[in-house]
DNA sequence: CGCTCGATTGATAGTGATCAATCCGAGTGG
DNA sequence: CCACTCGGATTGATCACTATCAATCGAGCG
């Protein structure tokens, strides 16, 4: 699962890290070789839709949103990023949607045709590269597949893949607020916060603030729609 | 739009794969080369949801869809694909979803094993791939955007979207059932049926049998309520 | 201390799912 | 050739869920 992020890309330096089982982020040392790190504060652009697209991402501390908007001027929050997660890396020349830092926040910055460059060189990361991509892929259709489900499978699921990409056991600190939770799954703020309402009266968590509680983790699991989690990587 | 993929990956090299015009499948000439063509019968399953993923496939001609059951026993329809857009592409290894032909449907099939190698060896193959996968990660994220928006909305994306990828401009021949737009777009089939009735009272189509006639295309364009659309590829 | 933004709770309305019934076209067998 | 059958398509009636509007509350901050 998501647990290991950590152990991958937070451990030791050498270029060379080893990407450890069960990773959902690709090994990148070169990012950190070859990238400029950066520190954002709360709210502050990364990038904005409709830039050019000349830089990818990674996340080395907090938390990064990526929104747009609809032509009914709607925002929608399409992906927060976790340590150790990349972002920014589009199809065409510019980004399709901004990138803000949630809480103070460090990423580094690595140039799309120096990654081309690397990745053509080093078959490995190619490798890496498509796991990851894929892996975007199916989190963009898990969230498809969430359109059809109610608020409180939306609820459910999103704090479980929250704990799980955060490596987190029974609390787990939500930096984002409840608008943008509403962005993100496209629900209205006032349901969050209902939802999340229904979910302590269950008692299945608790809340503190933006923090939840997870008081019966294997009933949320059970309320979670989403499919079988994908296990392991691409075999080359 | 989306035709410029064509211009920029389909200029025609070496051998085969009449790839037609509009196309946003990648040029892979290698598919035909390595792979073997079959043919499947209306209905006729490809591959199986938790099926060891060996093989990749292109459409020849047919359609394709590939469909997944919820927890909760529902149908969902993931994707459609038309001729020259790849499936089967999986990021572990087994299938997450089962895949069907619809219609008399022929596919060409390449071993995954086969295609990494020759993607290692060609950066060109390479980089058609990562195109490819980043589109399929954009139209995942269309869906779940469209997730927000009503019965209109959906199936006027629907329509349009359809029209593009089989470059049709006036008659667009649907060969899957109200059931299955249904479960590919989150809806019931009955207000699929009702929102054609909408459409047609509005006078932007006409239908015949599963045939849709399309009277008034900038006004549907203007129901879909999707974001702008990506314009050319990555640059390597 | 007042301001402001986010969080929360309440009341109401709209959209689409669901249940139900009928219609229609194609294939089948008598 | 025609009645039968069956799945998909269509139309109608009702209900649940969630968006929306509205109001209050609470905490951080100048």
Known sequence: MFQDIHAA???PPTPQLPLSDGSRAPRLAQFAAGGRSELFGPGHAIYTQG??????????FGVVRTTMLTRHGRRVVREFYMPG?????ERNGSYTASAEAIGNTRVIGCERMRLARLAAEDPMLSVELWSWLLLNG????HLSLLGRSNAIEKIAHFLVDMAQRTSVNRRLELPMSRYDIADYLGL???TVCRT????????????????????????????????????SVIQA
């Open 85 to 89: 997660e990349i972002f920014g890396l």
């Open 188 to 190: 209205s703020s006032e």
């Open 9 to 11: 890309t937070g451990t």
């Open 138 to 141: 199916e989190r963009a259709e």
């Open 196 to 231: 999340f309402k229904t979910l302590r009266e269950r008692g299945l968590i608790a809340t503190e603030g933006r923090s939840v509680i997870f008081l019966n983790m294997r009933d949320l699991r059970r309320l979670d729609g989403a499919p079988a989690q994908p296990q």
């Open 51 to 60: 830039e050019a697209a000349s830089f990818v991402y990674q996340v080395v």
